[in-house]
């Protein structure tokens, strides 16, 4: 287990979902957590739950409010050791069927959001020659998949941005590694999920054939984060980590396990 004691962090897309376990596992290794998001209500009352943490509003695509958000935090705790870049949309839709602004909407909360919290914490993260920074990307940013284009692009986006930061950062004592889930909150689905569930046979059947079937809970994601966020990982950087039941180890076929 990490130990987070006198370690700042702040993640974006916590009011809900794996954002918010991310945000209690984190405050739970001794790390005082900022929680952000555009969820104002539910983003206060998650971190009103949470011992030490906080809440500030904050829309990743917005340059300006991540440089006033960081200030904040520095100017209040003195340091920010750990950013953890959560907070993405989805749009479901073949290409045929998605619009250019969409598309455009995804890469820019999901990749450029990311981009601009690296470019906002690296002062702080050089002045103290050290830091973590976890980017949750996704399995759908390791392998294709139909109807998903402008989500899979940018959540190829992120590894590839997470690459390049470890080399960039390396050196300055900074980390930077991908964690790629296959599972989180249902209600980034919004109004697909319903149209989804008709075809609940197929949906659940892309779960299934994983090495351990099924969904995967938003704590093993979190406990990921934990581990790279902490010293315990300090060999570890511009690695994507699948927490993905072993979704992508390959294909499972149940006549092929009784032979
Ligand atoms: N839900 C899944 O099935 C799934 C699967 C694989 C990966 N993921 C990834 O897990 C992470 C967490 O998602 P989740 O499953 O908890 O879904 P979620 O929808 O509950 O969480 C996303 C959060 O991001 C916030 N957000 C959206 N736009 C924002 C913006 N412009 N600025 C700041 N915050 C914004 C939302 O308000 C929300 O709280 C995401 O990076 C997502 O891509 C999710």
Redesign the pocket.
């Known amino acids: 287990m990490s130990d987070l004691t006198h370690r700042v962090a702040v993640v974006?897309?916590a009011?809900?979902?794996?954002?918010a376990e991310t945000s209690r596992r984190l405050a739970a290794a001794g790390a005082t957590v900022v929680l952000?998001?555009?969820?104002d209500d539910l983003g206060a009352a998650t971190a009103a739950d949470i011992d030490g943490a906080s809440y500030r509003s904050?829309?990743?695509?917005d340059e300006d409010a991540w440089a006033s958000v960081v200030g904040e935090i520095v100017d209040e705790h003195g340091r920010l050791d750990v950013l953890v870049n959560?907070?993405?949309?989805l749009h479901l839709g073949t290409i045929e069927n998605t619009p250019p602004d969409a598309y455009r909407r995804v890469l820019e909360?999901?990749t450029v959001?990311p981009f601009l919290g690296i470019q906002a914490v690296i002062p702080p993260m050089k002045a103290a020659e050290r830091g973590s920074i976890v980017n949750?990307s996704?399995?759908?940013g390791m392998i294709g998949m139909n109807g998903i284009p402008a989500y899979a692009a940018s959540?190829f986006g992120v590894r590839g941005l997470t690459k390049s930061a470890a080399l960039e950062l390396g050196r300055s004592g900074i980390r930077v590694n991908a964690v790629c889930?296959?599972?989180?909150?249902?209600?980034?689905y919004g109004n697909w999920m319903d149209q989804l569930m008709e075809d609940m046979d197929d949906m659940m059947a892309y779960q299934n054939d994983r090495a351990i079937p099924g969904g995967v809970e938003y704590g093993p994601i979190a406990d990921a984060v934990v581990y790279l966020a902490g010293d315990t990982s300090s060999a570890i950087t511009g690695a994507d980590i699948p927490v993905d039941n072993g979704a992508l180890a390959g294909k499972w076929l149940a006549p092929f396990n009784n032979l």
């Open positions: 974006t897309g009011a809900r979902g794996v954002g952000t998001d555009v969820l904050l829309d990743v695509t959560n907070a993405a949309v909360v999901n959001g949750i996704s399995i759908d959540k889930t296959a599972g989180g909150n249902p209600a980034m």
